[in-house]
């Protein structure tokens, strides 16, 4: 699947408004969109142990359900596709973008309050091959 429109989710309240724009963008352009959740490993999934393993599989499973939940809504013109992977936000991310062709990537901005820049919307700016649209 060639240039699709990837979106980055934390699976928080705001992602409605993110999905919103990759939702738009893949009418747009015609292209599939591709919900992406990666769950952060709490230490090195090679050396977990049995209970993080099990804890990491728990946030997965529910990440996917709700992911899954969205397909209940989702408008039939637009196809949806879903990823969860344990793992790095931005290597996930940056990953699927190159393995899909994505057109762009659509995450919220990574700019908050007052203060200097801070997220990983400044690393995936740097490092993913096609365009980024942050959302705020």
């Given at each position: 699947m060639s240039n699709a429109i990837i979106v980055g989710t934390d699976l928080s309240p705001h992602t409605s408004?993110?999905?919103d724009e990759g939702l738009r963008l893949a009418r747009a352009l015609q292209q599939p969109l591709v919900l992406v959740h990666a769950v952060e490993p709490i230490e090195d999934p090679a050396e977990a142990d049995r209970d993080t393993h099990a804890f990491h599989n728990k946030l997965i499973q529910n990440a996917e359900e709700?992911?899954?939940?969205?397909?209940?809504?989702?408008?039939p013109d637009v196809e949806l596709l879903t990823s969860v992977e344990l793992g790095s936000r931005v290597e996930?991310?940056?990953?699927?973008?190159?393995?899909k062709e994505a057109r762009m990537l659509v995450m919220g901005s990574p700019f908050r309050g007052s203060g200097?820049?801070?997220?990983i919307g400044l690393q995936l700016m740097a490092q993913c091959p096609c365009p980024v649209?942050?959302?705020p």
């Open positions: 408004i993110i999905v709700k992911l899954n939940a969205q397909r209940h809504e989702w408008p996930v991310l940056v990953r699927l973008v190159r393995e200097p820049p801070v997220g649209v942050l959302v």
